[in-house]
């Protein structure tokens, strides 16, 4: 994925009003000083940027689950489905949240086992057992 941006990052200084509130909220709930990339190239929709980040903002909140593990299930899904960018910014979150490289070379050989299994059944197709249907 590494390359040239399909549309150009939409820096602080050149944001309109509605795309630098949405920018001001992702810092205060982050508690950091700059915006990811990520959030710049959505910031050409302001309708997108706005609602893509109230939905991340209220799934990745303290829940019951805690926030490491969120970040841990949030790589899981990113490495399957091939997004660098992803990856390493929650990476690079769940880092921060105290992941240790144990924790994180653990995580990928759950995720390559998980795929490895859910496609030899998804092609073997197997019965499920009972046991397993809910009750």
């Not at 992702?26 to 109230?54: C, G, Q, S, Y």
């Not at 593990?69 to 921060?96: D, F, M, P, Q, W």
């Amino acid at each position: 994925m590494s390359g040239k941006a399909l549309v150009e990052p939409v820096e602080y200084e050149a944001a309109g009003a509605e795309v630098r509130a949405v920018y001001d909220d992702i810092m205060a709930t982050r508690k950091t000083d700059w915006i990811n990339n990520f959030w710049k190239v959505l910031a050409h929709d302001p309708v997108l940027l706005k609602r893509t980040w109230e939905s991340v903002r209220e799934v990745m909140a303290p829940g019951a689950l805690d926030p490491l593990t969120k970040e841990l299930i949030y790589i899981a899904v990113s490495a399957t489905n091939g997004c660098e960018y992803c990856t390493y910014s929650h990476t690079a979150s769940a880092r921060a949240k105290g992941m240790s490289d144990a924790q994180f070379m653990e995580l990928m050989a759950v995720v390559g086992m998980a795929n490895e299994t859910n496609r030899l059944a998804n092609g073997l197709r197997p019965p499920v057992d009972p046991q397993f249907e809910p009750r």
